[in-house]
């Protein structure tokens, strides 16, 4: 099985408009990423396979982190090196890994990795939680973070069923109505008391 039918159904999971989902996602927009106020330089710029975020406040604006693992050389790299996981988890609420049945045990995974298994049904692959992922209280991400997300939605997404450009009403400099016809007054009166309905 190849990564890329694991990111499909990851990518299925996490349908617009309650997710944002992006494949292969870099940790920044430099060599550095922040940890508690300090600059870590990597050797190479850390990167996610995937990551998703949702955009609803009652679901807490969660955020997760999934890495992909197609093999058992490529999981056993990864256990060698916790260190690369670092970034994933600071910018996470969850992390997962994700593979083919039979790739990874329970056992194998460190205790703040979830895990999820692409299985074969008569319908199809689906993804099974066979550990759950524990929640983490984190920070927002970091403006570096933000920077490299900025960066590649104005580049465009290359894989089919992602964001591939700016929203026709962000074009051309045409203006948009944020308020949603909302007198100003009335949607500041509503930010301060709360979000607009």
Known sequence: ?????LLD????KHAPPEWAFLREVR??????????GRSVRTEVENSLDAWAIN???AKHRQRITYEIKVSRSDLNRELSRPLKRRA???LSNLFYFVSPEGIIQ???LPVECG????VERPAGLVLKELVPAPWRDTPPPPWHF????????????????EVAAAPPQFRDGEQIDITGGIPSEDYVRQLRDGEPK
């Open 1 to 5: 099985m190849k990564a890329d039918a």
């Open 9 to 12: 159904l990851l990518a299925a």
């Open 27 to 36: 940790c920044g927009t430099g060599s550095h990423f922040r940890d508690r």
């Open 55 to 57: 955009h609803w406040s």
């Open 88 to 90: 994933g988890l600071l």
């Open 106 to 108: 329970p056992d194998d």
């Open 115 to 118: 895990l999820l298994i692409a």
């Open 146 to 161: 933000v920077g490299a997300l900025a960066r590649r939605i104005c580049q465009g997404q290359k894989e089919e069923g």
